[in-house]
């Protein structure tokens, strides 16, 4: 599947990867991939379990064992076992959890063929912290997202609270902020631009802004309508 073009498309927890990646999969008709939803799903899965998180063997067994899909219509449904877990994965807790677990080398390793396996044509956009680096290192076009850490925490903040969740912005910056350390400093798989990415900061920049901005860096030949993105 290596002749699959591929679009990957990395950077930090709030920098808008899951937004941009998502209307561009759709743009072209290509599969989704949202690397970040899988390890929530597993944080989810193992939380569910009553899996010790210091326990790395317990929990590269569930992530070998898990089985995920997502289903793309309007939006993304992520589908864990049989079920529907969407509306469970954006809670701060799964985040932590997922931050946490995702630093392990065998959990990293067992997911890998599952997020590899997302390649199928037309093309892929896959949206995570080390596609361009590690699960899609061949890839054709790549990009590192970011914003400041500012941006990133009020961003979140304003999606929590449409969620209707009491939260607190220092303490949001304070999470993204100790998030951002862990992913930089991790052994495995660091939250790194691949030599070959195009990095642009999207602090002052609209969703919209964002995406033209990598279309526009894609081949014209790509960009012909080829209907709706597929799971």
């Known amino acids: 599947m290596t002749d699959v ?18 209307r561009i999969a759709k743009r ?6 949202d690397s970040g939803a899988i390890y929530r799903a597993l944080a989810w899965a193992v939380q569910r379990r009553g899996v010790d998180l210091d326990d790395e063997d317990a929990v590269a067994r569930v992530a070998s064992d898990m089985k995920l899909e997502f289903v793309c219509n309007d939006a993304v449904q992520v589908i864990v076992d049989g079920e529907d877990v969407t509306d469970r994965l954006a809670t701060e807790d799964v985040g932590r ?16 063929e599952k997020q590899r396996a997302f390649r199928r044509p037309p093309g892929l956009v896959a949206d995570g912290r080390d596609m361009g680096t590690v699960v899609f290192p061949d890839a054709p076009y790549k990009v590192f997202l970011t914003a400041s850490a500012e941006e990133r925490a009020r961003r979140r903040f304003l999606q929590l609270k449409a ?14 902020e100790e998030r951002d350390r862990r ?28 995406v033209e901005r990598i279309l526009a860096r894609l081949p014209q030949a790509l960009k012909s309508p080829r209907g709706a993105s597929a799971s």
Do not use: C, M
Not at 163 to 170: E, I, K, M, P, R
Not at 183 to 191: F, G, I, Y
């Open 28 to 33: 072209l008709g290509w599969h989704f991939l």
């Open 97 to 112: 959890i997922a931050s946490k677990i995702a630093a392990y080398p065998k959990v990293r390793r067992a997911l890998l």
């Open 183 to 210: 992913d930089r400093e991790r052994k495995e798989s660091p939250l790194v631009p691949a030599g070959d990415a195009v990095v642009i900061d999207s602090s002052n920049l609209t969703v919209d802004e964002v």
């Open 5 to 22: 073009p591929v679009l990957t498309i990395d950077g930090p927890s709030g920098a808008g990867k899951g937004t941009v990646s998502r």
């Open 163 to 176: 969620q209707g969740l009491d939260v607190n912005l220092d303490q949001i910056i304070k999470d993204l």
